[in-house]
C-alpha cells in the first residue's frame, strides 16, 4: 500500500494540483494535520504550488473557454484570490482573440436575425467569455 507521500507524488506527477485539491483527494487515506503537514513539505520543496497549478490551468482553457470561466474554475480548485485574480488578468488581455477564433470556428457568419444572435451570444456567455467580449464578437464589428 502507497504511503500518503508516495500518493500526493503519484497525483502531481500526472499533473499540477492546487493545495486543496490535493488534500481532498488525500483526506481518504490520512489524517487532516498529517495531510497538512506533507502538502506544507511538498510546497517547501517546490512540488507543489498553486501558482504554477492556476498557470498551467489558463494555459489549458485559455483558446476554448473565456476569463469568467477561468475565475469559476480556480475559485472551485481552491485557489486563493490573489493568485486567482493574477490568471484571470492575464487571461482577459486575450478573451477577444479567442472568442473570436471559438466564434468562428463554430458559426462562421453573422447572424441573420435576432434569434439567432441570441443563440450565438448565449454559446459565447456560456464559453465564459465576458458580455462585453460577447457583443463584440457577435455584433461583427471585431470580424476580420
Keep these: 500500500m502507497p504511503s500518503l507521500r508516495e500518493r500526493a507524488l503519484g497525483y502531481l506527477a500526472r499533473r499540477e494540483h492546487s493545495r486543496a485539491e490535493l488534500a481532498r483527494k488525500l483526506s481518504p487515506h490520512g489524517e487532516a494535520d498529517e495531510i497538512a503537514a506533507l502538502l506544507d513539505a511538498l510546497e517547501q520543496e517546490r512540488l507543489l504550488s498553486d501558482g504554477r497549478f492556476a498557470e498551467s490551468l489558463r494555459h489549458t482553457r485559455q483558446g476554448r473557454y473565456g476569463s469568467l470561466r477561468l475565475r469559476h474554475e480556480l475559485q472551485q480548485k481552491g485557489v486563493a484570490a490573489g493568485q486567482a485574480e493574477r490568471e484571470v488578468e492575464l487571461a482577459r488581455v486575450s478573451d477577444l482573440e479567442h472568442a473570436r477564433a471559438v466564434w468562428l470556428k ?32 457577435v455584433g461583427g464589428r471585431e470580424v476580420d
Excluded: H, N
Design 106 to 137: 463554430k458559426f462562421g457568419a453573422p447572424p441573420a436575425d435576432a434569434r439567432e444572435r441570441a443563440r450565438q451570444m448565449r454559446f459565447l456567455l456560456g464559453r465564459g467569455f465576458p458580455m462585453d467580449v460577447a457583443v463584440r464578437v
